[in-house]
């Protein structure tokens, strides 16, 4: 780094790594964090929560998404300090236990799984709606699935899963909340 000028943004380095913490799923968890490190970054390689997954880096594919403070927001565009003192839910924080959310359950029992890189994603996404909209109509399952790039379906399983999941919770069978 050049000190002759002040005027030069000053280089991060190591020593201004700083230790974060962050309400995930749940727990209160610290790890030292990097200025500059996304809550993706965070998630992943501090705390070894992979289930969202490093799509694009653009905030284009959706497949980053995690709850945050109950909203759906991309991880990959967030960074892990500004989050700080926030309640983040990521996929592994949706079942509860060993009892998938009913939309994990419809996905699988739809066949709605195919590599299942975007799949955390449409779950985190489906949550959200679920937990504000318990009976969708077909568009808005199509806005929320939209928010999330799948390469590898027509969606039509995908968008059948979430039509399951709302008759499911119609019925009493679950809970659009589970934890």
Do not use: W
């Not at 050049?2 to 974060?20: K, Y």
């Not at 309640?87 to 996905?107: C, N, S």
Request: charged share 20%; glycine share 12%.
């Amino acid at each position: 780094m050049n000190t002759s000028n002040p005027a030069q943004p000053r280089e991060h380095g190591v020593n201004d790594a700083r230790v974060l913490a962050l309400r995930v799923n749940g727990v209160l968890q610290q790890a030292i964090a990097k200025p500059g490190t996304t809550l993706l970054e965070f998630l992943r390689e501090e705390l070894g929560l992979t289930g969202s997954k490093r799509g694009c880096d653009l905030g284009e594919c959706g497949c980053c998404s995690v709850l945050v403070d109950g909203r759906p927001m991309l991880a990959c565009l967030l960074l892990a300090a500004d989050v700080e003192g926030s309640e983040i839910r990521t996929i592994e924080g949706i079942a509860d236990g060993e009892v998938l959310h009913p939309l994990q359950q419809a996905m699988v029992d739809e066949g709605a799984i195919q590599c299942g890189f975007c799949t955390p994603g449409m779950v985190i996404n489906g949550v959200h709606l679920f937990e504000r909209t318990p009976t969708p109509t077909r568009d808005e399952i199509r806005t929320c699935i939209s928010a999330t790039v799948c390469r590898c379906t027509g969606y039509n399983r995908i968008e059948q899963a979430f039509v399951t999941t709302a008759a499911t919770l119609a019925a009493g069978g679950g809970k659009a909340g589970a934890q």
